[in-house]
């Protein structure tokens, strides 16, 4: 594993429900980022947030929610979603907000709203 | 859109065999970084590649860039069933839009 870590791995919920994914890093990082993988499709990334502050969010539908406590914890929070956001959400870090770092990801979680 | 795009969309090698994939991309960018996954899991660096480099190695990788074609290409060589993964090539632009931006990959298939 890379240093971060995504709980939980899998989750089934309904489309009336409420439920958080949570993202951890150990890296030190200031950078953490929210992307989105589905079937045949580029990975999207869906926010970023340096030094806690959000910095990007990529036209993402306010059913999900992302929350920054602090530079190590990032939490995405899920209401009222749609069957096409069954997906793989991945979390990943970086040193700094720059594309000139690389990004080390988490395992993901593999969502499915039935 | 910079968004790369890798080709060939899948490949099929036997081990031993060097495997090549390649990332076209649209717009200029500041650097150019190989991801590998595998099933389900999540992405693992690779290589970065400024634009001002043309060539870098890590152990059995190689990457080329070329900024006056857009294009790049990842090199494994002696391939290993554990290479069996998919690859991406995700561009980059420094600045206040900074952010990373993935192509939809290539699956390589490493077989015995």
């Known amino acids: 594993e890379t240093g971060v870590t995504q709980t939980p791995r899998h989750l089934v919920m309904g489309m009336t429900n409420k439920k958080s994914l949570k993202c951890e890093q150990h890296?030190?990082?200031?950078?953490m980022y929210w992307y989105k993988q589905s079937a045949k499709k580029p990975l999207e990334l869906m926010f970023v947030?340096?030094?806690?502050?959000?910095?990007e969010n990529n036209s993402v539908p306010s059913r999900f929610s992302p929350e920054c406590p602090n530079s190590s914890h990032l939490f995405l929070h899920l209401h009222t979603l749609q069957p096409e956001d069954s997906a793989l959400y991945l979390c990943?870090?970086?040193?700094?907000?720059?594309?000139?770092?690389?990004?080390?990801f988490g395992p993901g979680t593999r969502l499915t709203v039935t | 859109s910079q968004q790369g795009e890798e080709d060939p969309q899948a490949l099929s090698i036997q081990e031993g065999e060097n495997a090549t994939m390649n990332c076209s991309y649209k717009?200029?960018?500041?650097?150019l970084q190989w991801y590998r996954q595998n099933s389900g899991r999540g992405l693992v660096h690779l290589i970065l590649?400024?634009?001002?480099?043309r060539e870098k190695h890590s152990g059995r990788l190689r990457v080329t860039l070329d900024t006056s074609k857009k294009s790049s290409s990842l090199l494994i060589t002696a391939s290993r069933a554990a290479d069996t993964a998919s690859y991406f090539c995700?561009?980059?632009?420094?600045?206040?839009?900074?952010?990373?931006?993935f192509g939809t990959g290539t699956r390589l298939q490493v077989t015995l």
């Open positions: 890296l030190g990082h200031n950078a």
């Open positions: 717009t200029s960018i500041n650097n």
């Open positions: 590649i400024r634009s001002n480099e």
């Open positions: 990943a870090s970086s040193p700094r907000w720059d594309t000139g770092y690389e990004q080390y």
């Open positions: 995700a561009t980059g632009v420094t600045g206040t839009a900074s952010k990373l931006t």
């Open positions: 947030y340096n030094f806690k502050e959000q910095t």
